[in-house]
């Protein structure tokens, strides 16, 4: 999610909000069939985003608005962090409080965030830089060289005790120690394994544990890195376009489907098979960046930039049931799973929208 390739409600009632939906992000056509696996009761109830969301609060950030990046939802902390990259910033967010906690400078356009049991992990594009950030102080406690140029996404593998980190612009991935030394370990390239040259380079993926696989979006592809040896060892094509922003973009796994769900610069999200690479494609109103998912809830939340909306996903039919209107450029998200709060970073208005999931309505 590189800085340098991005382009980019107050509390009002969601009456109002969906109105301003009619116009702005449009609706679908019939409306999903919302049954949430394992909670709903009784005949099957049509549910909306409108249903289903509710603007809780709006916080407003310090500093100016831009072209912002990555949300990252921190359990363990009760903390979201927002990379606010028009200033440089961090912002770290209760989620007890939903206020401010924190804000941390001096990291220039931030992307991608991995988090790990002591350390918050930030790419610094602006400086080719893995930036350590020290729980509860902090602190930023290294600033460690990534091996490639513009990183962009970063995952923490507590198995392996490794730090992975894409780099745009070199199209290479980058291995770092993530304990004090902090050091790069090593670094290799992507499609370039393949004797491929990258057009718009790595984006954001997912790392599944439990498969120690993870899964990195580059070009149109997903390619598929074994975490314990380093090594490429599938190539998945989608054949879909190429355009200025990639084509493959944020990824989320389902461990109950065992599936993986792909966002991309196309009018769609891909359901895709982590073995063998088939998919198939969920209609949306555009092209899409960071994604995230309620496991609970069941539901999928895609940051819509070209729509400005954030669209919502039914996991369990694979349809959209609607979309709640943002802001053009709007494209990154997470949810806090312990609250079923979704936080959405609203960058050009610098500010965020906290929108908390009627649970109730899934068990009517």
């Given at each position: 999610?590189?800085?340098?390739k991005?382009?980019s409600?107050?509390?009002a009632?969601l009456?109002l909000t969906?109105?301003v939906l009619?116009v702005?992000c449009?609706q679908q056509?019939?409306?999903?069939?919302a049954t949430?696996?394992?909670?709903?009761?009784?005949?099957?109830k049509?549910?909306?985003?409108?249903?289903f969301?509710?603007?809780?609060?709006?916080i407003n950030?310090?500093g100016?608005?831009g072209h912002?990046?990555?949300v990252?939802?921190d359990?363990?902390e009760?903390?979201v962090?927002?990379d606010q990259?028009p200033d440089?910033n961090v912002?770290?967010i209760?989620t007890?409080?939903?206020?401010?906690?924190?804000v941390?400078p001096?990291v220039?356009?931030a992307?991608?965030?991995?988090?790990g049991?002591?350390y918050?992990y930030v790419?610094s594009a602006?400086?080719?830089?893995?930036?350590v950030?020290?729980?509860?102080?902090?602190?930023?406690?290294?600033?460690?060289d990534?091996g490639?140029?513009t990183?962009?996404?970063?995952y923490y593998?507590g198995k392996?005790?490794?730090?992975?980190i894409?780099?745009d612009?070199s199209d290479?991935?980058?291995?770092?120690?993530?304990?004090?030394?902090f050091?790069l370990?090593?670094s290799f390239?992507l499609?370039?394994?393949y004797n491929?040259?990258?057009k718009?380079?790595?984006?954001?993926?997912?790392y599944?544990?439990g498969?120690?696989?993870?899964?990195?979006?580059?070009d149109?592809?997903v390619?598929?890195l074994n975490?314990?040896t380093?090594?490429?060892v599938?190539?998945?094509?989608t054949?879909l376009p190429i355009?200025?922003l990639?084509?493959?973009?944020d990824m989320?796994?389902?461990p109950k489907?065992?599936?993986i769900w792909v966002?991309t610069?196309?009018?769609?999200v891909?359901?895709?098979?982590?073995d063998?690479?088939k998919?198939?494609?969920?209609?949306t109103?555009?092209?899409?960046d960071?994604?995230?998912?309620?496991?609970?809830?069941?539901?999928?939340f895609?940051?819509?930039?070209?729509?400005?909306c954030?669209?919502?996903v039914?996991?369990g039919?694979?349809k959209a049931?609607?979309?709640?209107?943002?802001?053009?450029?709007f494209?990154?998200?997470?949810?806090?799973t312990?609250?079923?709060?979704?936080?959405?970073y609203?960058n050009?208005k610098?500010q965020v929208?906290?929108y908390k999931?009627n649970m109730?309505?899934l068990?009517?």
């Open positions: 999610m590189s800085y340098l991005k382009v409600v107050s509390s009632t009456i969906m109105a009619l702005g449009g056509a019939q409306p999903a069939v949430s696996t394992g909670l709903q009761k009784g005949p099957a049509e549910l909306t985003a409108k249903d969301l509710t603007l809780e609060k709006t950030l310090p100016k608005g912002g990046d990555i990252a939802y359990p363990a009760n903390a962090y927002i990259s440089n912002i770290v209760s007890k409080t939903q206020d401010i906690l924190k941390i001096d220039k356009s992307n991608g965030i991995a988090i049991p002591k918050v790419a602006g400086e080719n830089k893995l930036v950030i020290e729980k509860g102080t902090w602190n930023v406690v290294a600033r460690v990534t490639g140029k990183p962009d996404a970063v593998d392996d005790n490794k730090i992975f894409a780099n612009d290479t991935m980058g291995v770092v120690s993530p304990d004090s030394p050091e370990m090593t390239p499609l370039e394994h491929l040259k990258a718009s380079g790595p984006d954001l993926g997912v599944i544990p498969k120690d696989r993870l899964y990195q979006s580059d149109n592809y390619l598929v975490t314990k380093n090594q490429l599938q190539k998945f094509d054949n355009e200025k990639g084509a493959t973009k989320v796994y389902d489907t065992d599936t966002g610069t196309s009018k769609m891909l359901v895709m098979n982590p063998t690479g998919f198939t494609k969920v209609a109103l555009s092209g899409m960071q994604v995230a998912c309620d496991p609970v809830s069941n539901f999928l895609l940051g819509e930039g070209t729509s400005g954030m669209e919502v039914n996991m039919t694979q049931i609607g979309a709640i209107p943002i802001e053009k450029g494209h990154t998200l997470d949810v806090d312990n609250q079923h709060m979704v936080y959405v609203a050009y610098n929208e906290i999931e109730g309505v068990k009517k």
